[in-house]
């Protein structure tokens, strides 16, 4: 790794890797920050390089944040909010290059409501025009990581994002929903923040492209997952009225349809890897 590479690696552990123990998460992904302007729209940016022998599949759970994928076998995609998890195989060598926007940010980057890229993965080229063709193959000519990341800042730039107030307050609530594992209902959003539950649904349609009450349920799950990582979880019933569910049977339908196994099922596979 180059020296000016380590100022702007993003040194927090990642969050929604799965079937990844928690010591183990940092190894699959480097993330780096944004420069200064363009913290406003942009979490951080993020490179996944693989030299396997067989294929492997790889399983993420996507947060409340539209990406810019640029990969090495041509693909070149805006991913939009999913509301499932995402798979993918690799198998030989490969690289990606990834722009994470902020929750809400992405709508400053284009003209129609982010909702409408939520389950969709279009190529780039498609949402950004003609100045957007070529772009992945320009920064995946680069090697080092910190030029490519260069190459799609300047990129950004040039599309001249403002930040508005909805933007701003999209990523603040969503910000908060992730680190207060005490939130856990719609009502203590609009409670704390003083807006009426309409607005916030229509904000966050237009903004984020799903509902508060997505998000508080995808980051609560997160957690649970989480915890089974970190092998911090001693009865399932208990967790599941830590994270707001009535009952541990709702829990456990929910968490299947996140992970696609049973927490049980899942702790049992990290113990075995």
Do not use: C
């Not at 640029?70 to 722009?99: P, Y």
């Not at 498609?126 to 100045?131: D, K, P, S, Y």
């Amino acid at each position: 790794m180059k020296e000016r590479d380590k100022g702007r690696i993003k040194h927090e552990r990642p969050r929604g890797i799965l079937h990844v123990r928690a010591q183990d998460a940092g190894n699959v992904v480097t993330r780096y920050w944004p420069s200064l302007d363009l913290q406003p729209f942009v979490e951080h940016f993020w490179v996944v390089r693989w030299d396997v022998a067989s294929r492997q599949r790889a399983e993420t759970v996507p947060h409340p944040s539209v990406h810019m994928a640029l990969e090495s076998d041509g693909r070149e995609e805006i991913v939009g909010v999913m509301d499932r998890r995402f798979t993918t195989v690799i198998e030989g060598k490969g690289r990606v290059v990834g722009t994470k926007f902020r929750p809400g940010a992405f709508r400053a980057f284009v003209e129609d409501p982010v909702s409408s890229f939520t389950n969709r993965r279009p190529p780039v080229a498609e949402v950004f025009g003609a100045r957007a063709r070529g772009l992945g193959a320009r920064v995946l000519g680069r090697d080092d990581d910190l030029q490519g990341i260069e190459i799609i800042e300047a990129f950004l730039r040039s599309l001249g994002p403002q930040v508005d107030e909805s933007m701003t307050l999209t990523a603040r609530i969503a910000g908060r929903i992730a680190e207060e594992r005490g939130i856990t209902r719609v009502d203590q959003i609009v409670s704390e923040f003083g807006i009426p539950l309409r607005s916030l649904q229509r904000t966050f349609s237009e903004y984020a492209g799903v509902s508060p009450k997505w998000i508080i349920q995808r980051y609560r799950l997160m957690e649970a997952a989480e915890r089974m990582a970190e092998g911090a979880v001693a009865s399932f019933a208990d967790l599941a009225l830590h994270l707001g569910y009535a009952d541990q049977a709702h829990f456990i339908r929910d968490f299947k349809q996140f992970v696609g196994k049973t927490p049980a099922q899942y702790a049992r596979s990290l113990v075995q890897r």
